[in-house]
């Protein structure tokens, strides 16, 4: 079974930069895409980037698009979310979540997912 850990999340400024990371234990993750979802208290649950099992391929939501970068390390079991520029409307808990493809905006392509991370953007 594969189980999935984010981490990184915390309290920056706006501007500010954070780096997530998503670790997978149980399995290998060089056989999933993954991706990056976020849900805002009292919103829905919104995709913000996946990647191809290879890294070969990213796709991310506009809203993110130029200030977050999404990268894979195979060899370390871990999935990364590079988030710069950080506004208040990216305040949120975020989510990574693996599954056969890179869809980033469709949760319901992803098979395992993790429990979260809040990432609050605040001055």
């Known amino acids: 079974q594969l189980q999935l850990v984010e981490s990184g999340g915390g309290l920056v400024q706006p501007g500010g930069s954070l780096r997530l990371s998503c670790a997978a234990s149980g399995r290998t993750l060089d056989g999933y895409a993954i991706g990056w979802f976020r849900q805002a208290p009292g919103k829905e649950r919104e995709g913000v980037a996946c990647?191809?099992?290879?890294?070969?391929?990213?796709n991310y939501a506009d809203s993110v698009k130029g200030r977050f970068t999404i990268a894979r390390d195979n060899a370390k079991n871990t999935v990364y979310l590079q988030m710069n520029s950080l506004k208040p409307e990216d305040t949120a808990v975020y989510y990574c979540?693996?599954?056969?493809?890179?869809?980033?905006?469709?949760?319901?392509?992803?098979?395992?997912w993790g429990k979260g991370t809040l990432v609050t953007v605040s001055s």
């Open positions: 990647i191809t099992s290879s890294g070969g391929s990213t």
């Open positions: 979540a693996a599954g056969a493809y890179c869809i980033y905006y469709s949760g319901s392509s992803y098979d395992y």
